[in-house]
């Protein structure tokens, strides 16, 4: 009788370690949102900067603490931590942003004319080593910054230190000393040389780097600065999708986790009868069109096994396979479009994610394939790892390469895209912003929520 009692017991054990096992691995958006949460929560440094990468640590990223801020926000509203956890949270990354030392120097700063340099030291969050004072780091960091503006509007005391710190940072931004003489805004600014030669030209991520330039009451860039920028449209079709050109879906993302452009029109948008949102999933849609087509004959894409974007790789390097040249990249900007194609067979699980709430059935079933095919080499504490590439097979990757970090920038797309598609929540946070309500207008965008909020 006993040694029966105990078989069973075992078995029941067992039955539950195997549905325990089932459980974890089987896809879950919840899950997904909370693990991808749970990076920005945990994986800060001392100076409550959200790391650039991780388990590797190199330097905290100031886009990915913009990413962080508007998911902490996440955090409340899905019960992850409490409005009094995230209110700290953010103020003491605010106040750490705020008193980091400011000027033309070229080490032992942070910042300059309210730019902050691209990836700061994880001891004292100062630059790192020689990298450039970022107009678009900067502008994701705001965007996230305002995000908390508006959010957090309690009469306490800590709330309110909230409001002016964010409001302080905004103003601070000398966006138009970033504008070079022909009118267009630089990447960025090295003490060292001056102003990059690289400019803000195209159709780009920079949407919401110009809406904040042209919202703000201190520094404002010039009014035509929207239009000379959409001057330099490609507008073609690719993979039977006609959409204004640029082949990284992160270009096609990154605006549109604040900004809800779903019925808002600027004069290219209105000479096309099309909106940004709809842009963005003409994009994704072609995205993924190409990588089913496969015209490169990369292992593993397909209908559910899709997305080109930025992200890391498995190395620069060429391999011999079948008698053929490949050429593979480390971190690189992939993409598809008529205007370039950069493909070396990687995969990002952030181009399904960031996408969400264009494709959503597309994009969820994506996920969850990656997710449960790949679970034990793809997945961890904090979700999706960065990227993998079955292609790339060598000795010490005989079944593909996988990559052991996530990415900061990668994460917070799709958290922050698949709430903006459950509820909208940073959408609808960020309409009641004076500072972008008044760049939209600037920029010449009308119609949908934005005349609702005007004719209130």
């Known amino acids: ?53 991780y388990p590797t640590k190199t330097f905290s990223s100031i886009a990915a603490t913009g990413f962080a801020l508007s998911s902490y926000i996440i955090g409340i509203e899905n019960t992850y931590i409490t409005r009094t956890e995230g209110a700290e949270r953010v103020h ?5 942003l705020w008193n ?18 691209h990836f700061l030291t994880l001891d004292k969050a100062v630059r790192f080593k020689n990298v450039e004072l970022s107009s678009i780091d900067t502008g994701l960091l705001m965007a996230g910054i305002l995000s908390c503006l508006t959010y957090f509007d309690g009469e306490n005391d800590i709330e309110t230190e909230i409001r002016q710190l964010a409001d302080q940072l905004y103003l601070r931004v000398n966006w138009n000393w970033m504008m070079k003489p022909n009118g267009v805004m630089s990447m960025g600014w090295h003490p060292e040389k001056g102003f990059l030669e690289s400019e803000w030209s195209g159709y780009n991520e920079a949407m919401i780097l110009l809406v904040l330039g042209l919202g703000s009451p201190t520094h404002p860039i010039p009014n035509g600065s929207w239009q000379k920028w959409c001057a330099t449209y490609q507008i073609d079709t690719f993979y039977n999708q006609k959409f204004v050109q640029f082949d990284p879906l992160f270009g096609h993302q990154y605006s549109h986790l604040w900004i809800d452009f779903r019925g808002i029109k600027d004069s290219i948008m209105t000479a096309e009868n099309d909106d940004y949102f709809e842009n963005s999933k003409k994009a994704t849609l072609s995205n993924r069109a190409y990588c089913i087509h496969n015209p490169m004959q990369w292992e593993g894409y397909s209908e559910i096994q899709w997305g080109l974007t930025a992200c890391d790789g498995p190395a620069h390097t060429t391999l011999i396979q079948n008698n053929k040249e490949r050429q593979f990249f480390d971190y690189r900007a992939r993409g598809a479009a008529s205007i370039q194609i950069v493909d070396d067979g990687t995969i990002a699980p952030t181009a399904a994610g960031g996408s969400f709430p264009f494709t959503p059935t597309e994009s969820e079933a994506c996920l969850k394939n990656l997710w449960e ?25 005989p079944n593909g390469w996988f990559d052991i970090d996530y990415l900061g920038i990668d994460q917070g797309p799709i958290l922050i895209q698949i709430e903006n598609y459950e509820t909208g929540l940073l959408w609808n946070i960020m309409k009641k912003n004076t500072y972008i309500q008044e760049g939209l207008k600037k920029a010449g965008f009308s119609g949908g929520w934005l005349n609702d909020i005007s004719n209130q």
């Open 1 to 53: 009788m006993f040694l029966r009692l105990s078989a069973l017991l075992l078995s029941i054990f067992i039955l539950s370690c195997k549905t325990n096992e089932i459980s974890t691995s089987a896809y879950s958006r919840q899950e997904l949102k909370k693990r991808t949460f749970d990076y920005f929560w945990n994986v800060i440094d001392t100076n409550f900067q959200t790391l650039d990468r």
């Open 92 to 96: 003491h990354v605010l106040k750490t």
């Open 100 to 117: 980091l030392p400011q000027g033309p120097d070229s080490s032992n700063i942070s910042g300059h004319q309210g730019f902050f340099y």
């Open 373 to 397: 095919r790949y679970y034990s080499e793809l997945i961890g504490e904090y979700g999706f790892k960065d990227a993998f590439n079955l292609s790339y097979k060598d000795e010490n990757n």
